[in-house]
């Protein structure tokens, strides 16, 4: 059987950089779970796809639209062939994906390609719902958090690297949304599951949680 880590939590929570890092040092494909509903919002948004048609929503899903190519230690994620990696974190992208990433069909489409991964490779995966719904025997499971106000200065930051410049308080409010968007939903909320750690990395460093995680694995081997 392969080895499968779950990493949850908000946006903003650290999870992307504190994975990727991980990753590397246990030598375990990386998932990013948010990046397969971003590529999925993006191409419905350039279809001009209504999300809050289900139908259609389903029809224009229902195909080959994503390939997923192992790469080194990542899966690249191909829309209709094309690499649209640099596209999907924009903040229009960021304000739509939720609804999205709600809709029943598109779970469902995504979930099949993470069990696929899940059987064939050693992965780490992070997201809203790994602990609980998609990898729920997961040999170890991480929830990390962080205030909303450290989450949203890590955002902006972020964003202004990508030359796209917004108000703290733009960025607090539409992180505020999202978490009560992606936490309240019907299906698959963002949950920490009742068997998972749970790390506040508020006031941690990035090197310090990746050495928490890796520690705690390692203690338990
Ligand atoms: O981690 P991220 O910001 O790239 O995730 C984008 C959105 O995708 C997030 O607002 C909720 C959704 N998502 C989800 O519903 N389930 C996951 N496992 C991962 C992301």
Redesign the pocket.
Known sequence: MNSSIAIDGP?GSG??TITELVSRRLGLFHV????F??TITYYLIEQGIDFNDEIKVLNAINCDLLEVIPGDGVFKILLNGKDVSDKIRTREI?KA??PV??IGCV?DKVNKIFRRLSSEYNIIM?????GTI?LPNAEHKFYLNASVDERAKRRRLELLEKGEEFTFEEIRLDIQN?DH??STRKI?P?KKAADADEIDTTSMSVEEVVEDIVGRIKKSE
Request: glycine share 8%; charged share 35%.
């Open positions: 946006a999870k992307s990013d779970s948010g990046a509903y971003r960021t994906v939720s990433s709600a779970r992070e997201g809203r719902d790994i998609v999202r968007y992606d698959a963002l």
